[in-house]
């Protein structure tokens, strides 16, 4: 059973920094990437930064967020983190971990149960 717990979210002014943590039960090295996905209130759930294990740590994030947000991992804590730079309102959400697993006979995603992230102007 995978589980994720993620922390490190609150209240915080635009302009200000967070950084949240996903804590995962066992190696991140069982994964092909973790995530970071959030979601607005009467929004869908979207993708905000992504980091591929098994491809040497490479990274990609969603444009509105390049040059402020910064994922990465530590391996030996199995810890991913979200480092949160010059946060704007429309950066509120409630923001999740996913680990992403990718076999022959399909794709499995495991969730955290979220942290909500507020920006306030």
């Known amino acids: 059973q995978v589980q994720l717990v993620e922390s490190g979210g609150g209240l915080v002014q635009a302009g200000g920094s967070l950084r949240l943590s996903c804590a995962v039960s066992?190696?991140?090295?069982?994964?092909?990437?973790m995530g970071w996905y959030r979601q607005a209130p009467g929004e869908q759930r979207e993708p905000v930064a992504i980091?591929?294990?098994?491809?040497?740590?490479?990274?990609n994030y969603r444009d509105s967020v390049k040059g402020r947000f910064t994922i990465s991992t530590d391996n030996a804590k199995n810890t991913v983190y979200l480092q949160m730079n010059s946060l704007k309102p429309e950066d509120t959400a409630v923001y999740y971990c996913?680990?992403?697993?990718?076999?022959?006979?399909?794709?499995?995603?495991?969730w955290g149960q979220g942290t909500q992230v507020t920006v306030s102007s």
């Open positions: 996913a680990a992403i697993r990718v076999r022959v006979g399909g794709r499995s995603d495991y």
């Open positions: 066992g190696s991140l090295f069982s994964f092909d990437a």
């Open positions: 980091i591929f294990i098994t491809s040497g740590g490479n990274t």
